[in-house]
């Protein structure tokens, strides 16, 4: 059977409609991926997985690898990431404030994709904020297009947003590893649609534009990435997949006060 198939708001992503992750049949995992690929992220009501079938759904789609900012759940289950955000936190919540590109700063070899799986939702909070980097670079203006048409970033496990990760182990207890950067084409093609990939918390150089246009073009798609006709805002439920390809999706999770949330997360190449 076919998989019915809603977009989301503004065409950010496409809702995944009467599906069970644990009973796929190979048909069915190919069109997921092909949407996948087409919407930039897709999302899968209410599937309320245990870790093994959560996991071995991740398996269908790519491998699943170990992510070095986070503990896994268990050693039964080392690519399945915890993130849980209690009451009493203060600090910013992890992946929060700044749209972002996971792990950007690694090299061409770095996990494409990044699937969560809603297990405690508190009510009215813990949105997830997404962006399209097709819809973003279809709307640019021709001039800024030949522009950054060469253009290559410069990414940095340092930039803005380390400060979520680097609070967050700080209470974990993790000790913080050297900074990493890397360097990748602004502009990219999936399935022969170009996306913008900016990663604005991770982006601190754009190279390769003319010296006097780096610093305005740098503000200037950071800016765009961030307007509101690109923006989807998923409202979670207990059970709820999500799962994103990084090179065409932007996401940040929103701020989440007095009270919990608990995520779990599995990167896959």
């Not at 986070?70 to 955000?85: A, H, M, T, Y």
């Not at 993790?174 to 604005?200: Q, R």
């Amino acid at each position: 059977m076919s998989l019915s198939i809603t977009p989301g708001t503004n065409n950010v992503g496409a809702y995944i409609n009467s599906v069970d992750l644990k009973n796929l049949d190979q048909n069915q995992t190919i069109e997921l991926k092909k949407t996948l690929n087409e919407f930039g992220v897709i999302f899968i009501k209410k599937q309320n997985l245990d870790p093994e079938s959560y996991q071995n759904f991740a398996k269908n789609i790519g491998q699943p690898v170990v992510y070095p900012r986070l503990k896994g759940l268990d050693e039964k289950f080392p690519f399945i990431n915890v993130i849980e955000r209690k009451p009493s936190d203060k600090n910013l919540s992890f992946g929060s404030s700044w749209l972002h590109q996971d792990t950007s700063y690694l090299g061409d070899d770095r996990p494409r994709y990044t699937m969560l799986m809603g297990i405690e939702i508190p009510i009215g909070q813990g949105n997830t904020i997404f962006s399209s980097g097709f819809n973003a670079y279809e709307k640019l203006p021709e001039e800024i297009k030949n522009k950054i048409k060469d253009a290559t970033g410069v990414f940095s496990s340092a930039g803005p947003i380390a400060i979520t990760r680097l609070e967050r182990e700080k209470e974990m207890g993790i000790k913080s590893s050297e900074s990493m950067e890397a360097e990748h084409p602004i502009v990219k093609t999936v399935d022969g649609k170009k996306t913008l990939y900016v990663s604005p918390g991770h982006l601190i150089k754009i190279k390769n534009v003319n010296d006097e246009d780096a610093t305005y073009l740098k503000d200037y798609l950071i800016d765009h990435v961030n307007k509101e006709e690109f923006i989807f805002s998923y409202e979670w439920s207990k059970g709820d997949v999500c799962l994103w390809d990084n090179l065409s999706i932007l996401h940040m999770a929103s701020e989440i006060k007095n009270c919990k949330r608990v995520m779990h997360r599995i990167t896959i190449k």
